[in-house]
């Protein structure tokens, strides 16, 4: 059964927004409560936080693209491009964590004992690929995102526009 012209209220969209805003949320909540009190000075804490964050990385990001996604089929272009200038700056701390956590984990390996090296090596090699993925998605999704608004039409949802085209094809079949 088809919806034809019907449109979501704004509550719904406000609705899907606001939890896609707490799927975003609350894993970084999650990430600082576990990791609190910060001690960006302390060299355990940090590998191991830099580390922690790429469990947390993949429910905030997939709340981004839904988010996009959203704004996109909605036509909500000032949200899809603040979405796309988050996602750009969010990239860009995830390269500072990319030169730091090597370090970190240079560090930490001359301090472990030989016997647990081996397993260090493999885990920071992985977190170090988790958070290099991480910044990959987050730079097609920014830069992507930002050509993107160029091309939406200010004012009208995509399904509006559709419904508009479909209505004027209707119209011609009509009069012919």
């Not at 019907?6 to 606001?18: F, H, M, N, P």
């Not at 894993?27 to 990791?35: E, G, H, I, K, Q």
């Not at 603040?82 to 500072?96: E, N, P, Q, R, T």
Request: contains cysteine.
């Amino acid at each position: 059964m088809s919806q034809g012209n019907v449109r979501a209220s704004a509550l719904t969209i406000a609705g899907a927004y606001l939890f896609l805003l707490f799927l975003f949320v609350w894993p970084v909540v999650d990430l600082w409560a576990t990791a609190w009190p910060p001690r960006v000075g302390n060299l355990e804490w940090r590998y191991g936080f830099l580390g922690l964050m790429t469990s947390y990385w993949p429910t905030p990001l997939l709340a981004t693209v839904l988010s996009m996604g959203l704004a996109f089929v909605l036509g909500h272009r000032k949200t899809f491009r603040g979405l796309s200038i988050l996602c750009l700056l969010w990239a860009l701390f995830v390269v500072i964590v990319l030169i730091l956590f090597p370090l970190d984990a240079i560090q930490i390996r001359s301090a472990t004992p030989e016997e647990n090296r081996g397993i260090l090596q493999v885990s920071a090699v992985l977190s170090e690929l988790k958070h290099l993925t991480t910044f990959v998605i987050l730079t097609f999704l920014g830069w992507g995102g930002w050509k993107t608004v160029g091309r939406m039409s200010s004012g009208k949802s995509k399904t509006s526009e559709k419904s508009d085209l479909t209505a004027e094809v209707l119209k011609a079949q009509k009069r012919e």
